[in-house]
């Protein structure tokens, strides 16, 4: 891509007010994710909880000098040498440069829509279609009003096809999104489930997606009748079709998997045994039918078909490095999307990135693995490993000090464990170079033992608590975010904005400054032995009696510091911490004189909002809170922020959000109000041996558990020293194995425990759901009468945690 500020201007019809020139070569909707500042469009969306324009003036003062905008604020004058190209409405003004974009390229677009699907048949088309073929497909799942556009803006000049996905969530969005893609070739994936609550009928919801092909030459999918009502509405359209029926383009069966096309036959040897895995594999490979490619062909790249990784896992790496894998393709494109995932990762450490040769893409080496140079420096990467004979041959395009290995092998000979030390690894690559024996080498060593969390549904939560609040949202980070990971987690939220992070201790802040998490921390149970470090690195404390107040301004004025924020805390029931109604006139004419310190915000904390049975005390807390804060607030001439709620508050009583809500539990799925949230964190292991015992022998220490029949006994290797309640022991807990609930047997040991695995048919090896998306956290709290913030913060830090994002 390469536009000039004034093309914008033409194409959008936009008003330029005008600054330095600048060539444009990205544009972005993220001002997090920008890496080269100087040469990026950015486009200020303005949605329900976000507004872009409020990000404009730092990312000038990082470089960027083009901006479209909708809002003329006042301080844009200041910005000297800014290009503001200003409409009326920037989401509609990044479609128009789309369309524009899309209409002036040579490629021929792939459209693609359906319920499901859509992303893996297009990663398979990529992946089975060769070099000279030049096809360019959009990232991820890029297929919404704001998606399909960067999407279309990725296709380069030299590109010759390009496969775009289109997804829908109601009706009348389609329109707009076919005005854009204009494909010449459609795939119809499916129809499904999928937000069948925003339209009338299933038959709505299939004429809307029909729209999409409208201008098509050709419809790819399955026969049958979705397929039939969608070309209906596409009469010019010619429907190349597939299934196991006579009056299709492609005939095939299913056991085993045999195509035929044309006359000719061939066997599919899918490396996929599911019913979804071969729609999509058919889908995909129709298309190359339908560009040309043989049959046999087809079916040789099939069989070579490697799974489509939806998300990047982020793991824990020995010496405290984090790795951050995503080795099941590599392109330029991929690349760049990865050091932008890389960006969001915890400041501090070094970053590494250990990259093979790409995988074929017609263009020219030098220039290719120069723009992979160049991408890598931009996004901060210190040292590049590269693995392969053609990168190694470019080792010059590369940050001085990078290293390179023809074969993943002697990577594996020649690297030492010991050399890898506090770095962030992103590991990006071809799958023929097997990056996963890299990763084995780098990762923390465990036991089969793991808690996987989920950061894409940590975000789902917390947008879903945002849209029930004007007000700012703190996060409860404390006890090692109740389980899941404090640094990873910190970062994860400080890419989306949050307003403050609050932790328990003062160490909790220390480590969140370590791995360069910037934002507002405060503590709520500071040290008094700790005030010079807190100060330093600008933790702020709780105030909790008037006896901490007095020795804090004391160390502040150690420092020498003039102001610096604290939060003081009110009692107004819970009877733990704080201040009580009759302190605040000493608190009050504390603040008489001037002081070092001042109050960002009072608080206080409920006893049981999330119980109705306590409601009324809820309310009377409410009233004291809103008596004394307000005695607080009139006491300066600045505003006082105020807080009540934590997530069960936030979601039952609106009445009381106030200045600022603090978010905990919710964050990570469990709703005082039955809210469709998603479970975040899944606890898992593995089986490893399973022995066959007579009716009436014993199980484990103190021969606690007794088998009343031939039962499969299953070992597993996770025990109490992992955070798996003794409680469960003895059958009052379950586990989750092939499917199906499996009881402990005996009791919990330190390091393992047994299951009574009887009629599952499990073996060593299978995987075992402790809790998670299967077995609920809270069913698990409820069967060893407590509650899920237990379960999940009893989980300890030997359990090796995996991070996983889209």
């Known amino acids: 891509m390469l536009y000039t500020v004034q093309e914008v201007v033409e194409i959008t019809g936009a008003r330029l007010s005008k600054g330095i020139p600048v060539e444009i070569r990205e544009c972005s909707i993220d001002s997090r994710a920008i890496q080269r500042h100087g040469k990026t469009l950015f486009f200020a969306l303005v949605g329900e909880r976000h507004d872009g324009h409020d990000y404009v003036q730092e990312l000038y003062a990082n470089g960027a000098r083009a901006f479209v905008i909708s809002d003329e604020r ?205 729609e999509n594999a058919m889908n995909a490979a129709c298309f190359l039918l339908l560009e040309g490619m043989p049959l046999e062909e087809v079916a040789r790249r099939v069989r070579d078909l490697s799974p489509v990784a939806a998300r990047m896992e982020i793991r824990e790496g020995m010496n405290g490095c984090v790795l951050v894998n995503d080795f099941y393709n590599s392109d330029p494109s991929s690349f760049r999307l990865a050091l932008r995932a890389l960006s969001l990762q915890e400041r501090g450490k070094e970053r590494v990135v250990i990259l093979t040769d790409f995988d074929e893409t017609g263009r020219s080496p030098a220039e290719l693995y120069r723009e992979a140079g160049e991408a890598a420096r931009e996004a901060g990467v210190g040292r590049v490993i590269g693995i392969g004979e053609e990168i190694s041959r470019h080792r010059d395009a590369f940050p001085a000090g990078s290293r390179f290995h023809e074969t993943t092998r002697a990577f594996l000979e020649r690297e030492r464990r010991e050399d890898f030390r506090d770095q962030l690894i992103l590991l990006k690559g071809a799958r023929r170079f097997q990056l996963e024996y890299i990763a084995g080498f780098l990762q923390k060593q465990s036991r089969g033992t793991l808690l996987e969390v989920d950061l894409d549904a940590m975000v789902h939560n917390l947008n879903y608590f945002r849209s029930l609040t004007p007000a700012r949202v703190a996060v409860m980070v404390k006890a090692f975010t109740y389980g899941s990971g404090a640094r990873e987690v910190a970062s994860l939220l400080q890419y989306h904005r949050v307003d403050y992070l609050m932790v328990a201790f003062a160490d909790e802040g220390m480590e969140l400054r370590a791995a360069g998490i910037s934002l507002p921390i405060a503590v709520m149970n500071p040290d008094p032995g700790e005030l010079d470090q807190m100060i330093s690195l600008g933790l702020e404390p709780v105030i909790y009696s008037l006896e901490f107040l007095a020795a804090f301004e004391q160390a502040l004025g150690r420092h020498g510091i003039k102001r610096f924020p604290v939060h003081v805390e009110l009692n107004t029931g819970m009877n733990r911490s704080g201040l009580d109604a009759s302190d605040l006139p000493a608190l009050l004419a504390f603040f008489d004189a001037p002081r070092a310190l001042y109050p960002r915000s009072v608080f206080s904390h409920l006893s049981g909002s999330e119980d109705p049975s306590h409601d009324d005390f809820t309310r009377l807390q409410a009233r004291r809170f809103e008596e004394a804060s307000e005695r607080v607030q009139s006491a300066f001439d600045y505003p006082v922020w105020r807080h009540l709620l934590n997530s069960a508050g936030i979601e039952r009583f609106p009445g009381y959000h106030f200045d600022m809500v603090r978010l905990g539990i919710g964050l990570h799925g469990i709703s005082a109000a039955g809210a469709p949230l998603l479970p975040v964190s899944t606890f898992t292991t593995r089986v490893a041996a399973t022995r066959l015992i007579a009716a009436g022998e014993a199980v484990g220490y103190n021969r606690k558990g007794y088998a009343t029949r031939e039962t499969l006994v299953a070992t597993l290797p996770v025990g109490y020293a992992d955070g798996l309640d003794r409680r469960l022991g003895n059958g009052r807990g379950e586990v989750c194995l092939r499917g199906a609930r499996a009881p402990f047997i005996g009791n919990i040991c330190m390091d393992s425990c047994m299951i009574d695995a009887t009629g599952t048919g499990a073996v060593a090896g299978d995987e075992v759901e402790i809790f998670g998306k299967h077995l609920p956290v809270a069913e698990v709290a409820t069967r060893i009468g407590t509650i899920p913030y237990e379960v999940l913060t009893s989980v300890s830090r030997r359990v090796k945690r995996i991070y996983y994002k889209e």
């Open 74 to 278: 006042a301080a844009f004058s200041l910005l000297d040498e800014a290009n503001f190209i200003v409409v009326p409405d920037v989401t509609r003004a990044l479609q128009d440069l789309a369309a524009s974009h899309r209409k002036a390229s040579r490629a021929r677009v792939v459209g693609i829509t359906g319920s499901n699907g859509k992303t893996i048949v297009k990663e398979w088309i990529h992946q089975m279609a060769p070099p000279a073929w030049r096809l360019y497909r959009g990232p991820r799942s890029y297929n919404s009003h704001v998606g399909v556009p960067l999407s279309l803006l990725g296709i380069e000049e030299e590109d010759r096809i390009a496969v775009i996905e289109a997804g829908i969530s109601k009706p009348g969005e389609m329109q707009r999104l076919e005005e854009m893609i204009a494909p010449v070739t459609g795939i119809f994936t499916c129809i499904g489930d999928a937000h069948d609550e925003n339209f009338s009928s299933r038959e709505e919801k299939l004429v809307e997606k029909a729209r999409l092909f409208r201008s098509c030459d050709a419809i790819i999918g399955r026969a049958g009748e979705p397929l039939s009502r969608l070309a209906r509405e596409c009469p010019r359209a010619r429907v190349f079709s597939w299934g196991e029926g006579e009056e299709v383009e492609v005939r095939v069966t299913t056991s085993p998997m045999e195509v035929w096309y044309r006359g000719e036959r061939a066997l599919f040897a899918l490396p996929f045994a599911d019913e979804a895995s071969r």
